[in-house]
């Protein structure tokens, strides 16, 4: 299990590398870099180690960027849902749903129909 410090240095470093990912200036350092290697690719006649490569690259970086995603995502999604439940409870509306998300799959099925 990993330590508090551990937890609050990666929870740190995967907000600050989502919200660096996100940026226009990323976006635009990512397509001068992708036009920069098909430059030198084409350049230098596309080999089989440069195909590689490509493809490596690419497989890396999109698994990296999926994680980052999930990961802000998911802390997104308990972030609303926090601030739903409250409203809830500080409204005059029923909160017999109040932590329904929190149920197994198969345990929903009642509360969702009655």
């Given at each position: 299990m990993p330590t508090p410090l551990a937890h609050q240095?990666?929870?740190?470093?995967?907000?600050h590398s989502a919200r660096i990912v996100g940026s226009r200036l990323a976006?635009?350092?990512v397509a001068a870099v992708i036009a920069i290697w098909v430059i030198l690719g084409l350049a230098t006649g596309p080999t089989k180690q440069?195909?590689?490569?490509?493809n490596m690259l690419a497989t890396l970086a999109?698994?990296?960027?999926?994680v980052l995603l999930q990961h802000s995502q998911n802390r997104d999604m308990r972030t609303l849902q926090t601030k739903v439940d409250e409203l809830i409870r500080?409204?005059?509306a029923r909160n017999h749903?109040?932590?329904?998300?929190?149920?197994?799959?198969?345990k929903d099925a009642p509360v969702?129909?009655?």
């Open positions: 240095l990666v929870g740190r470093l995967s907000d976006l635009m350092a440069w195909l590689l490569a490509t999109t698994c990296l960027i999926l500080s409204s005059g749903m109040i932590g329904v998300e929190r149920l197994e799959r198969d969702l129909r009655g």
